[in-house]
């Protein structure tokens, strides 16, 4: 689970003089607080996602689902009204740090409201799949142990915010251990006893239906990709010849042939050669020899997200095929002398581990100069640094 940041106040009811020596450090961890806030929010980013499908059904009548209101309700009258909400996992260019849904009262909620019985709820992630129209309540079931409470609405105009973090960093988890299908959020309602809460449903398109707003840190952290002792940077980001344009976010690490070469990230893996001899092959299909390379935002699909490859394997040593789901870590084959090892073996063993974003190098600098490995940034890995 991504780590959510959270950042401490002091009042003056607490504190009421900050003169006393002691009481100062309390006014510069303020100052600090405030500073590490802003930092924060300079390098966050924000997107915001819209339901695929929303619904509502209940354990007495209507009995299946039904997608076609322009609301979705929770509460009852002795049986419960639950409302269920899918969206598309969220693919961001970067490390999750919160994910909100928010719901916004529709007018049916109104009297409700007035009257001090409208209902809060509890919102879960969907264990099983639902259609809009149709599914059975008998056919739903939910996590109970991943939830997140709001409470009734007070007001009309305000928006309900349900912090749901935690689930969302389930759905996009880069360990397939951990990684729960997203079949999105069930709300069950806090009361049933003729009390409502109405929300608007994506029938009202972006501006009243439900959002999901994902929070995230532009760049991603990749582990080491290799295991064992240190190795020496051969060739750093941005370094001719071969480091250029598409190719720019690459390290060259001088290994000795057979070391054990490891997904920097979990992923499923989108590429793999494994026949190219030894010996240079310096240009075309086999200037990169055996490969490995692995898209990491979990659709297979190279045009979204961030792709890494590892470049230069023992022929016959690759341990991974296409479509194989990898988590980080795991062993993917071992260094070697095949494709363009400039200047030729002995001298010229290493592994290419190259980074890119939607499948390309050149015109994604927003997104790569982020990228870190093993905690230090890609572009601060100069040619001769030991890593």
């Known amino acids: ?53 929303d ?40 490390t999750i740090t919160s994910a909100r849904l928010e719901l916004e009262p529709h007018p049916n909620s109104f009297p409700y409201i007035m009257s001090g019985v409208a209902t809060g709820g509890t919102v879960y992630a969907s264990s099983t799949s639902w ?36 689930i969302v960093s389930l759905w996009t988890s880069s360990s397939e251990g951990d990684r729960i299908k ?45 295991t064992g002792s240190q190795a020496t940077i051969t060739r750093g980001p941005g370094k001719a010849p071969s480091h250029k344009n598409n190719n720019y976010y690459s390290v ?15 992923g499923y893996v989108v590429r793999v050669e494994n026949n190219v001899p030894p010996g240079p092959q310096n240009s075309g299909a086999k200037a990169a020899g055996n490969f490995v390379k692995i898209d990491h935002d979990g659709d297979k699909d190279q045009s979204t ?28 084959g071992y260094s070697g002398n095949t494709g363009n090892v400039d200047p030729p073996a002995p001298n010229g063993h290493h592994l290419h581990f190259e980074v890119r974003y939607k499948n390309k190098g050149a015109g994604q600098e927003k997104y790569l100069e982020g990228v870190t490995i093993d905690g230090k940034l890609i572009l ?8």
Not at 139 to 165: C, G, H, K, N, Q
Not at 322 to 329: A, Y
């Open 1 to 53: 689970m991504w780590p959510v940041l959270h950042f401490c106040s002091f009042t003056k009811k607490t504190h009421p003089n900050l003169t006393h020596p002691m009481k100062l450090s309390y006014r510069i961890l303020l100052v600090l607080t405030v500073l590490m806030s802003t930092i924060f929010e300079a390098h966050a980013e924000k997107q915001t996602f819209y339901p695929k499908k």
């Open 55 to 94: 619904s509502w059904i209940g354990t007495r009548i209507n009995k299946s689902t039904r997608g076609d209101d322009d609301f979705i309700k929770i509460g009852g009258s002795g049986d419960r009204f639950y409302a269920l909400i899918q969206f598309e996992t969220p693919s961001v260019p970067g």
């Open 131 to 166: 259609r809009e129209n149709g599914t059975s309540v008998t056919d739903l079931r939910y996590y109970s142990y991943w939830s997140e409470s709001f409470s009734a609405p007070r007001s009309a105009s305000r928006t309900i915010t349900v912090d749901v973090t935690d």
């Open 182 to 226: 997203n079949n999105g959020f069930v709300i069950r309602p806090d009361l049933n006893f003729n009390t409502y809460s109405y929300f608007y449903s994506r029938e009202w398109g972006r501006s009243r239906g439900p959002k999901l707003v994902v929070t995230y840190k532009i760049g991603k952290d990749f582990g080491r990709p290799f």
């Open 252 to 266: 060259d690490f001088g290994l000795s042939e057979g070391r054990r070469i490891v997904a920097a990230e979990s």
């Open 305 to 332: 997200g961030y792709q890494t490859s590892y470049q230069h394997l023992q022929k016959g040593s690759v341990k991974v095929s296409e479509k194989q789901w990898v988590n980080k870590g795991d062993l993917i």
């Open 380 to 387: 601060d890995l100069k040619t001769g640094l030991s890593f």
